[in-house]
């Protein structure tokens, strides 16, 4: 059974800085690829971005590509989203999942992710 475990989040002004981590259970963390999407209020969960198993690529949406930064730690089983110059429209529910196979890329439909955290909330204010 794979747990994944958010922390992190919390009150932050405009244009601070926060950073998420996600903690993985299971010996297989370094085979998947990790996303991180997030559900503000009265919106749908969008994709924030993603990484692949080894680090090597990663993959943002729009509306944070510049900001915010997804790294991991295969040898500590976590992977972390900086988020930089945050804006009032960031507040929301962050989630990190997992995707359902094994050394498969970073996808932005949720339809890939078969694991998920409990949330952690940002709340970012003007």
């Known amino acids: 059974q794979v747990q994944l475990v958010e922390s992190g989040g919390g009150l932050v002004q405009a244009g601070g800085s926060l950073r998420l981590s996600c903690a993985a259970s299971?010996?297989?963390?370094?085979?998947?690829?990790m996303g991180w999407f997030r559900r503000a209020p009265g919106k749908e969960r969008e994709f924030v971005g993603g990484?692949?198993?080894?680090?090597?690529?990663?993959l943002y949406a729009d509306s944070v590509k510049g900001r915010f930064t997804i790294s991991r730690d295969n040898a500590k089983n976590t992977v972390y989203l900086q988020m930089n110059s945050l804006k009032p429209e960031d507040t929301a529910v962050y989630y990190c999942a997992r995707r359902s196979a094994p050394i498969s890329g970073v996808v932005a439909s949720s339809n890939g992710y078969g694991y998920w955290g409990q949330g952690t909330q940002v709340t970012v204010s003007s």
């Open positions: 990484i692949s198993s080894s680090g090597g690529f990663t």
């Open positions: 299971g010996r297989t963390f370094n085979n998947y690829a």
